[in-house]
């Protein structure tokens, strides 16, 4: 069965903190991964990766593939209160269903 | 706007009744996905559209469940008698070219709260 898992699921830290949440997959076809973050609307789009080993890098925010052990990890530096929110981790496949893990919820205290 | 946008926000239904959720996906956008997202879990897939062939309908968790895309643009997700395990968020999401693994853009939800 194909499966997207997260972890850890929650997590609590202080501003300025660093923070690394992790994404492992078994799924067939695999395509693409997907990070997304969710605040208390719709899942805004962070990156989509395909490539194994190139980071992906958006100011404080980073990720990367890695497809041999079938995982990506993102990083935030430096965490704002901002940055609280769910983030979701979903893997894209040939076909038309795009598999999510339950998410990582952030909390960052000032 | 540009982005996703789906009516209505909240929803309350007592059990039994219909509901219907629309969504107006991003102008242009091929692919059309709906989703259910219950609390503290990650969304899961219910049916995609290509234009307006429902390519795919495996996730729809029953036949109380029916959507369609009629002119390839707006969506509606029907849901028939509906029972208290309804109860969640059902997200939509457009997308440029066909299949999941490209990037897709979400609605911000309907919550529906069944009684």
């Known amino acids: 069965e194909d499966k997207v898992v997260q972890s850890p699921l929650s997590l609590v830290v202080h501003e300025g903190d660093t923070v690394t949440l992790n994404c492992s997959y078994e799924?067939?076809?695999?395509?693409?991964l997907l990070w997304y973050k969710q605040e208390k609307k719709a899942p805004t789009f962070l990156f989509m990766l395909?490539?194994?080993?190139i980071e992906k890098k958006s100011g404080r925010l980073s990720s990367i593939l890695d497809k041999k052990e079938l995982s990506s990890i993102l990083n935030i530096t430096a965490t704002q209160t901002g940055d609280s929110a769910i983030y979701l981790c979903a893997v894209g496949q040939a076909g038309t269903a795009l598999i999510f893990g339950k998410g990582t919820t952030l909390s960052v205290s000032s | 706007g540009a982005g996703v946008s789906q009516s209505p926000r909240y929803k309350v239904a007592k059990r039994g009744q219909d509901v219907a959720l629309r969504c107006d996906p991003i102008?242009?956008?091929?692919?059309l996905f709906w989703y259910q997202q219950a609390l503290g879990q990650g969304p899961e897939f219910l049916t995609y559209?290509?234009?307006?062939?429902?390519?795919?309908k495996s996730g729809l968790p029953s036949d109380r469940f029916f959507a369609e895309r009629p002119e390839g643009s707006v969506s509606t997700l029907k849901i028939q008698r509906t029972q208290k395990e309804d109860s969640a968020v059902y997200l939509c999401?457009?997308?440029?070219?066909?299949?999941?693994?490209?990037?897709?853009?979400f609605g911000p939800g309907t919550r529906l709260t069944v009684l």
């Open positions: 799924v067939t076809n695999f395509r693409s």
């Open positions: 559209f290509q234009n307006e062939a429902q390519l795919d």
């Open positions: 102008s242009g956008h091929v692919s």
């Open positions: 395909t490539s194994s080993g």
């Open positions: 999401a457009s997308s440029l070219a066909s299949g999941s693994h490209n990037e897709q853009f």
